[in-house]
Nanobody
Framework: QVQLVESGGGLVEAGGSLRLSCAFSGGSFSTYTMAWVRQAPGKEREFVAG????????VYADAVKGRFTITRDTAANSVYLQMNSLKPEDTAVYYC???????????????????WGQGTQVTVSS
């Protein structure tokens, strides 16, 4: 059974940076497309970034493009989200998801991911 554990969240001032990590276990990491989504209080879950299982392609939400970077490390069975120039509107619980050999076209569809972590809180103060 695939398990995902996020870490790295916290409180940061606007303009600051955080790096989220997601540790993958219980399966073959190299066969899973990975993504980060977030959910703020009273709002719907929102796709943030995704990286295809081959590592060849990444996709970002317009709201984070140019500020966030998703990477994966097969040796560490981990995926990361480097978040720079953080804004108060980035405040949310961030979740890591895994989808088995999910192709690029549905990568933004959170319903296509079979596994999710417990989330990590990111709070950006103004």
């Amino acid at each position: 059974q695939v398990q995902l554990v996020e870490s790295g969240g916290g409180l940061v001032e606007a303009g600051g940076s955080l790096r989220l990590s997601c540790a993958f276990s219980g399966g073959s990491f190299s066969t899973y497309t990975m993504a980060w989504v977030r959910q703020a209080p009273g709002k719907e879950r929102e796709f943030v970034a995704g990286i295809i299982w081959t590592g060849a392609s990444t996709v970002y939400a317009d709201a984070v493009k140019g500020r966030f970077t998703i990477t994966r490390d097969t040796a560490a069975n981990s995926v990361y989200l480097q978040m720079n120039s953080l804004k108060p509107e980035d405040t949310a619980v961030y979740y890591c998801g895994a989808g088995f050999r999910l192709p690029i076209s549905p990568i933004t569809n959170a319903n296509r991911y079979g596994y999710w972590g417990q989330g990590t809180q990111v709070t950006v103060s103004s």
